[in-house]
């Protein structure tokens, strides 16, 4: 082989190698990246059916029932405009309150319940996640032009 040949060769391998190791890399990020959903793009069929993603608001409150497992907490998600049936099994974070800022990571069944692998709840008075607070924010603007109209 020539000269010209052997480096042509060992370009072409390395943009391949560089190539694969980019597909790698992007396939691993998109298996890990999880969407944020209020209860409202919930309602309207915009979140993913099969696929893991949070949902945030508000614990309405009354809503928080525990089974007789002691495990086991079924509890709605709200924003205010719609409302999501959350079941969770797990230990709940000492701060979740109804009446409090909730994120809740997992799936949607087939029959709307939303099954959460994960919650978080808000860790002091004044914060609330950014995407919970804007999805609050555009259901109360959303609610005043159904009044106003």
Same mark, same amino acid.
């Given at each position: 082989?020539?000269?010209?040949?052997?480096?042509?060769?060992?370009?072409?391998?390395?943009?391949?190698?560089?190539?694969?190791?980019?597909?790698? +890399?992007?396939?691993?990020?998109?298996?890990?990246?999880?969407?944020?959903?209020?209860?409202?793009? $919930?309602?309207?069929?915009?979140?993913?059916?099969?696929?893991?993603?949070?949902?945030?608001?508000? +614990?309405?409150?009354?809503? $928080?029932?525990?089974?007789? &497992?002691?495990? !086991?907490?079924?509890?709605? $998600? !709200?924003?205010?405009?719609?409302?999501?049936?959350? +079941?969770?099994?797990?230990?709940?974070?000492?701060?979740?309150?109804?009446?409090?800022?909730?994120?809740?990571?997992?799936?949607?069944?087939? &029959?709307?319940?939303?099954?959460?692998?994960?919650?978080?709840?808000?860790?002091?008075?004044?914060?609330?996640?950014?995407? $919970?607070?804007?999805?609050?924010?555009?259901?109360?603007?959303?609610?005043?032009?159904?009044? !106003?109209?």
């Amino acid at each position: 082989m020539k000269p010209r040949h052997k480096k042509l060769t060992i370009i072409i391998m390395s943009v391949a190698a560089l190539g694969l190791s980019a597909k790698l +890399v992007l396939d691993v990020f998109q298996s890990n990246l999880v969407f944020f959903f209020s209860p409202t793009q $919930v309602a309207a069929n915009e979140a993913p059916r099969g696929k893991s993603f949070r949902i945030g608001g508000l +614990v309405e409150k009354g809503s $928080v029932k525990r089974q007789s &497992d002691g495990i !086991t907490v079924n509890f709605v $998600v !709200t924003d205010t405009a719609k409302f999501i049936p959350v +079941v969770y099994t797990g230990i709940l974070p000492d701060l979740f309150k109804e009446g409090k800022g909730v994120v809740a990571q997992g799936k949607l069944s087939a &029959d709307g319940v939303f099954l959460a692998d994960e919650v978080l709840a808000k860790h002091d008075e004044n914060y609330m996640p950014p995407e $919970v607070a804007n999805a609050l924010e555009q259901a109360s603007k959303a609610q005043k032009t159904v009044v !106003t109209k």
